[in-house]
């Protein structure tokens, strides 16, 4: 069987073959060394980096296609690799598993290379059991489309021509309808529903990671046991306390060893913020989460505030507008609205400086997103009244009542009473709030409301599937050919809250948005998509003004000096890139001598 776990004298000679490529590096290495002066002074060997961190509860699972909350996402990435990876400078998608790609002219078809003789399957023990195989990829995404699986992340495969279909069958779904096929051993083909530029970016999210077929056939919902496990990723599990700890050690037999810094993880299981804090002011932790109930304490240490970093969370918080309701079916009394919302205040001293003002829809560190330079709607009180009186409103004479709808509780009451506020002060508009309780806000400004019942203004956040514009502007707003919705999932990820729109709850019918956004979705050249994407960003937020961006979600981060890492937490975060200065670290824990490096 194609994916079959080796055992015995197979697993010794992919063993073999593996450690010869390495000696044979290290011959190449020690014949440069013999040829350098004698007089050189030899070099200094660095320690190996260990990093000890915070996974603050435990995983629920070690399943690629069943991960969605953060403990989960964050060791299922350092254990499995997907075709693709991301950029953390850029979110841009760069090789993983697979070392290149092609696309058809027509966008429909996907063919992937994988890293042949390369990427090995592994134990726990550091064993190789057999290569990453084309069939494996096959064998994991039907799994994931599966409905017996149930994984609650399959909707982002549905591009896969079948998927869909497999996902919602009654009875027995047709698996080999899926259009996944391994042309040969190291080359997999995708059929896709429509032509998908994005289609790459969802290939490195977990449900979409390779799993060992054979060890999943043959050890059914127990495969992910320690003792069963077979990962192809950059760390292994090497131990696992569940409510203690948490260790993972560098997979020396990784494809891409030499980006992976880190021999080891000491992940420390500590839920209770307040513990934590006082691991990391111990120099026990190199970096941490700071969540709201501690953000006030962090906030007034100078000390903890000089390694506080304010990194980018992947969620976005806007109203929207009921573009056919007057008087905002007028897109200057919308633009007027967006302009006169104070944003920074809303971020300072509204939320407590814990998020950052929202000039675009899509946040920081997303595939297309504007350059910061690039401004899409400010916070500018003249214009704002200079378009009111443009719209026939001057100091708002002449203007109805409006509604703005949110869900009952916090934070959104205090953000609709600072705008409307706002709104009645600079516009001279009245303006009534409504708190609609949260299991009925879907439903209540979905675009199928009778419009007399219909809130002008109402709620909605984003939370990023995958960092890419499509998954933005596209699958929220643009509608098909017929003019009807997009289907509207929501970010699914467990810890993450989204407001999702209802059935077109702008009632916006299809217009330029949706042409650039078709465009963008075919068009393979990455700077034309990101001119696509800007042009639709200017289109959906100050053109049409459809929505008004208010803030994107933040968390906030403290890290050592000594610990240089980066942010990119889509779908957990990945330790590759992160790297330590041992001798500054135990030189901060008063420690002689260092920390012997642990064995791989």
């Known amino acids: 069987m194609i994916g079959t776990v080796k055992k015995g004298s197979d697993a010794s000679a992919i063993l073999m073959r593996h450690l010869a490529r390495r000696l044979v590096f290290l011959i190449l290495i020690l014949a440069v060394t013999a040829c350098r002066d004698t007089a050189e002074a030899p070099e200094v060997v660095?320690?190996?980096?260990?990093?000890?961190?915070?996974?603050?509860?435990?995983?629920?699972?070690?399943?690629?296609?069943?991960?969605?909350?953060?403990?989960?996402?964050?060791?299922?990435?350092?254990?499995?690799?997907?075709?693709?990876?991301?950029?953390?400078?850029?979110?841009?998608?760069?090789?993983?598993?697979?070392?290149?790609?092609?696309?058809?002219?027509?966008?429909?078809?996907?063919?992937?290379?994988?890293?042949?003789?390369?990427?090995?399957?592994?134990?726990?023990?550091?064993?190789p059991q057999g290569e990453v195989l084309a069939e494996d990829v096959v064998y994991s995404i039907k799994r994931a489309c599966a409905p017996e699986t149930a994984s609650p992340s399959a909707y982002l495969l549905f591009i896969i021509s079948g998927c869909e279909e497999a996902y919602t069958a009654v009875g027995i779904p047709d698996l080999d309808s899926i259009a996944v096929r391994a042309i040969d051993r190291f080359t997999v083909e995708f059929m896709l529903v429509q032509p998908a530029a994005h289609f790459p970016a969802i290939l490195g999210m977990p449900v979409a990671f390779p799993v060992p077929a054979a060890a999943v056939d043959s050890y059914g919902t127990t495969w992910t046991e320690p003792q069963n496990l077979i990962t192809n990723g950059a760390y292994l599990l090497a131990e696992w306390r569940p409510g203690e700890?948490?260790?993972?050690?560098?997979?020396?037999?990784?494809?891409?060893?030499?980006?992976?810094?880190?021999?080891?993880?000491?992940?420390?299981?500590?839920?209770?913020?307040?513990?934590?804090?006082?691991?990391?002011?111990?120099?026990?932790?190199?970096?941490?989460?700071?969540?709201?109930?501690?953000?006030?304490?962090?906030?007034?240490?100078?000390?903890?505030?000089?390694?506080?970093?304010?990194?980018?969370?992947?969620?976005?918080?806007?109203?929207?507008?009921?573009?056919?309701?007057?008087?905002?079916?007028?897109?200057?009394?919308?633009?007027?609205?967006?302009?006169?919302?104070?944003?920074?205040?809303?971020?300072?001293?509204?939320?407590?400086?814990?998020?950052?003002?929202?000039?675009?829809?899509?946040?920081?560190?997303?595939?297309?997103?504007?350059?910061?330079?690039?401004?899409?709607?400010?916070?500018?009180?003249?214009a704002a009244q200079e378009l009111m009186v443009a719209a026939g409103y001057p100091g708002g004479a002449g203007f109805p009542p409006i509604t703005l709808m949110a869900p009952a509780g916090e934070p959104h009451a205090a953000i609709a009473a600072a705008v409307s506020s706002g709104w009645s002060r600079d516009l001279g508009i009245q303006v009534t709030v409504v708190e609609q309780a949260e299991e009925g806000?879907?439903?209540?400004?979905?675009?199928?409301?009778?419009?007399?019942?219909?809130?002008?203004?109402?709620?909605?956040?984003?939370?990023?599937?995958?960092?890419?514009?499509?998954?933005?502007?596209?699958?929220?707003?643009?509608?098909?050919?017929?003019?009807?919705?997009?289907?509207?999932?929501?970010?699914?990820?467990?810890?993450?809250?989204?407001?999702?729109p209802g059935e077109n709850s702008t009632r916006r019918i299809p217009g330029r948005l949706d042409e650039l956004t078709a465009q963008a979705s075919s068009e393979q050249d990455p700077e034309l998509r990101r001119d696509l994407y800007a042009q639709a960003e200017q289109t959906l937020i100050v053109d049409e003004a459809m929505i008004a961006p208010i803030y994107h979600q933040t968390v906030l981060v403290l890290t050592k000096p000594w610990l240089d890492r980066d942010y990119l937490s889509i779908a957990g975060q990945s330790f590759k890139g992160w790297t330590v200065d041992m001798s500054a670290k135990h030189e901060a824990r008063g420690e002689a001598t260092a920390t012997p490096p642990p064995s791989e």
Not at 350 to 372: C, D, E, I, S
Not at 482 to 500: H, L, N, Y
């Open 46 to 127: 660095a320690e190996p980096m260990v990093l000890d961190y915070n996974f603050v509860s435990d995983p629920t699972t070690l399943d690629p296609a069943l991960a969605i909350d953060t403990a989960s996402l964050n060791v299922v990435r350092q254990l499995f690799d997907g075709l693709t990876a991301f950029d953390p400078a850029t979110a841009e998608v760069v090789p993983g598993l697979a070392v290149a790609w092609d696309v058809s002219q027509n966008g429909f078809t996907y063919t992937f290379r994988l890293r042949e003789g390369m990427a090995l399957w592994v134990n726990q023990r550091g064993e």
């Open 441 to 500: 806000y879907e439903a209540a400004i979905d675009g199928t409301v009778p419009l007399n019942e219909a809130p002008h203004v109402w709620v909605l956040s984003w939370c990023a599937d995958y960092p890419d514009e499509h998954n933005w502007l596209s699958e929220v707003f643009a509608l098909n050919q017929s003019g009807g919705a997009p289907r509207m999932v929501g970010s699914r990820f467990a810890d993450r809250v989204t407001i999702v």
């Open 245 to 382: 700890r948490l260790t993972l050690d560098r997979n020396p037999v990784y494809y891409d060893a030499a980006s992976v810094s880190l021999v080891r993880v000491n992940g420390t299981i500590a839920p209770d913020p307040t513990t934590a804090l006082t691991l990391y002011q111990q120099n026990g932790l190199d970096s941490m989460r700071v969540p709201p109930e501690i953000a006030e304490w962090v906030l007034a240490d100078e000390a903890l505030r000089g390694q506080l970093a304010q990194a980018p969370d992947p969620c976005t918080y806007a109203y929207g507008f009921t573009l056919d309701k007057p008087p905002l079916d007028n897109a200057r009394v919308r633009r007027a609205l967006s302009l006169a919302i104070d944003r920074p205040y809303i971020t300072g001293q509204v939320l407590g400086q814990m998020h950052t003002p929202a000039y675009h829809f899509a946040p920081p560190g997303t595939f297309g997103v504007p350059p910061g330079e690039t401004q899409g709607i400010e916070t500018d009180v003249r």
